[in-house]
């Protein structure tokens, strides 16, 4: 990317507050294991312990663990499911989207068939599906996730192909003879990628928030997993006892999803040429 892209975009507050939010996740889920003081399972003899008492940055919950550690090793888990959710979703999803943009004919009329079927689900709803057919699991919430996101991904590839193949330089390409896998790597993909990039940054947020909301009715991380949304499962019938057990699990993935949310938006301010 050029210096007048980061130039526009670090003038983005929204980009700037993600910056400064995402990157410690981020290098808080890299080097948990070196960062937190206990490990996660750790059941330390002192139950219920509040947050800012010594030894016990944010306390500890029901069982004497260490909520700090627990949300350090919460952040690897939380953050590469959402990742890796979005990143099945986007591989999958543009590629049959190029492809049945670009060849069109019966190929689009089966690809488009078959994820208007898909769409006819919604996303939670198709990923349950998933999940029940697989077992609970965080892997299988990632698969499923990634799964209930490949129509949206597919159908956004498919307009974005059908805009750029229409261009010029793509019919003088053509007239010259070059290959139809030729044009579609050198010409079609890069030129149709920034929107769906900037989707899937969104959709990292919606990921995260998702494998929370699976994890928390017990269909994604087994209880006492320290994984964000199992937190918050263990912490609810411990509200009036220790508010902070499921306080503090809510506040991170609340500042996780919209620190990715609004990068999103101003990835998408800077790059979407309708908006400028």
Not at 93 to 119: C, E, S
Request: charged share 15%.
């Amino acid at each position: 990317m050029t210096r007048t892209f980061w130039r526009k975009v670090i003038r983005k507050p929204g980009f700037v507050f993600g910056v400064i939010v995402l990157v410690p996740m981020v290098i808080a889920a890299i080097f948990a294991q070196q960062l937190a003081p206990y490990a996660p399972n750790d059941m330390l003899n002192q139950r219920y312990v509040p947050p800012l008492s010594p030894g016990h940055l944010l306390g500890t919950d029901n069982l004497g663990r260490d909520i700090f550690s627990r949300l350090l090793h919460g952040a690897r888990l939380s953050l590469v499911v959402g990742f890796l959710a979005i990143a099945i979703a986007l591989g999958i999803g543009t590629l049959l989207g190029v492809v049945a943009g670009y060849l069109k004919g019966a190929v689009d009329n089966v690809i488009m068939r078959v994820m208007d079927v898909l769409l006819a689900f919604p996303d939670v709803l198709l990923a349950l599906i998933v999940i029940t057919m697989l077992g609970p699991g965080l892997l299988n919430v990632m698969i499923a996730l990634g799964v209930a996101g490949i129509p949206g991904y597919t159908r956004l590839a498919r307009s974005a192909t059908l805009e750029v193949a229409a261009f010029d330089y793509v019919e003088a390409s053509r007239s010259l003879g070059n290959s139809k896998p030729g044009i579609l790597f050198r010409h079609v993909l890069p030129n149709m990628i920034q929107p769906v990039l900037v989707v899937a940054t969104l959709g990292i947020a919606g990921a995260i928030l998702a494998a929370a909301a699976l994890s928390f009715i017990g269909l994604g991380a087994p209880p006492g997993t320290a994984e964000w949304g199992s937190m918050l499962s263990d912490a609810r019938t411990y509200m009036r006892r220790a508010w902070w057990m499921a306080a503090l699990p809510g506040i991170t993935i609340t500042l996780a999803v919209l620190a990715i949310s609004l990068m999103g938006e101003a990835l998408r301010d800077v790059l979407d040429p309708r908006l400028k």
